[in-house]
């Protein structure tokens, strides 16, 4: 989730409640299109972008200047599905309530970085949360008669513009201290029409703005086949701003480590993971609590060398929730890189599918007690990255 999306709790008090991917974001692009191939792991990575998130790692990239960027397209499913009961309360079977199918670019990020000896400086722009669903059904009345139309929209990102230095000392060790500025924003639409015109509709539109910082320290050590890293990243000063009414946000740190492991085989394999823990329980908006549990989560994955210069990755994250267990995520990926003189091109794709009981979360839209409906959605993405040394 990181802790920029974790930043966005107070979205859940705005939204009713909402799932995870509405009122927090989608997590962006935290890293290089190589490491999303590898389970999202951007700790343990060592390009342009990612250095942004472990500053220590900058002391890992080629002398000199190296440059990257990345972007995603996403496809996103998500289908709610109701089941019908009869008089005597038995399943005779299941209506399909709402589908919807949203297909939408996603900002990545671009970043430069400088390697000097035992100095390293990064810098760069990231998008670490994008708001982007929609949402759309019939609403029927008791004998299956349409009574109105509903429909939700999010739009929206969070910008992160970054900076890194790490310094090596005793050629083994690198200490790196970074931050971050933190601006974006958030647009929120939701309308029911009514099929009865003595009806009146409803039409809610939020506007929301976003800012912060975030200070960034971490420590790598560079054992020849094995490195590990690890560090802290604290959010500072957030605020929320809705319709002129300022809110302060009190958010957690976030604890990480990474590791990379070369085996040395033929295939110049590389096995990369890292993980991750938030005290999101700590979460306050205006100094009242906002009832969270603690989260988590971690990424793995490994590449190996084909013939031609291809790379072949492939890996695996996982998430949890702050809310609740049923909206834990876990997504599979995989790629391919292609490396050519000082120029390297990585594609990813990734799948990530979650299915939860709408009773199991309280507060969803049109909830009642003892709703039947199962959700379940999904997210297929595509990354493209481009690094370049010079």
Do not use: C
């Amino acid at each position: 989730m990181g802790i920029t999306a974790g930043g966005l709790i107070i979205l859940l008090a705005l939204s009713g409640g909402l799932p995870e991917v509405m009122w927090l974001g989608d997590q962006g692009i935290l890293g290089s299109a190589a490491s999303e191939a590898m389970g999202g792991t951007a700790f343990a990575d060592d390009s342009p972008q990612s250095v942004l998130l472990n500053p220590a790692m900058a002391s890992l990239l080629p002398e000199g200047f190296s440059a990257g960027i990345t972007g995603t397209l996403a496809l996103d499913i998500e289908k709610r599905t109701r089941r019908v009961y009869d008089s005597f309360g038995g399943v005779v079977g299941e209506s399909e309530h709402g589908f919807n199918q949203n297909f939408h670019p996603l900002p990545g990020g671009v970043a430069a970085a400088w390697v000097q000896g035992n100095l390293a400086i990064a810098t760069g722009w990231r998008a670490t949360s994008t708001f982007g669903y929609e949402y759309s059904r019939v609403m029927n009345d008791g004998d299956y008669v349409k009574v109105a139309e509903e429909t939700l929209d999010f739009t929206g990102i969070l910008n992160d513009f970054g900076l890194s230095v790490a310094w090596t000392q005793w050629n083994s060790f690198s200490f790196g201290a970074g931050g971050s500025f933190v601006t974006g924003t958030r647009s929120m639409d939701h309308r029911i029409d009514y099929v009865d015109p003595t009806a009146t509709d409803l039409e809610n539109e939020v506007e929301t703005d976003i800012s912060g910082l975030v200070a960034r320290g971490s420590a790598m050590v560079d054992l020849g086949r094995v490195t590990l890293s690890a560090g802290i990243e604290q959010p500072v000063s957030w605020k929320v701003e809705v319709d002129t009414v300022e809110i302060d946000l009190t958010l957690p740190m976030t604890a990480r480590a990474g590791l990379r492991y070369l085996p040395g085989n033929r295939l110049m394999s590389l096995f990369v993971a890292d993980f991750w823990w938030a005290n999101t329980s700590s979460v306050e908006i205006d100094d009242v609590e906002a009832a969270m549990t603690n989260s988590w989560g971690f990424g793995a994955g490994v590449e190996n060398t084909l013939p031609g210069n291809t790379i072949g990755r492939v890996g695996f994250e996982y998430d949890s929730s702050p809310i609740v267990g049923a909206l834990d995520r876990m997504k599979f990926t995989t790629g391919l890189g292609w490396v050519m003189d000082d120029l390297a091109v990585d594609a990813a794709i990734s799948f990530s599918p979650v299915r939860w009981d709408q009773y199991q979360v309280d507060g969803l839209p049109s909830f009642t007690t003892g709703d039947s409906l199962v959700i379940e959605s999904s997210r297929t993405a595509f990354t493209l990255g481009v690094a370049k040394t010079f």
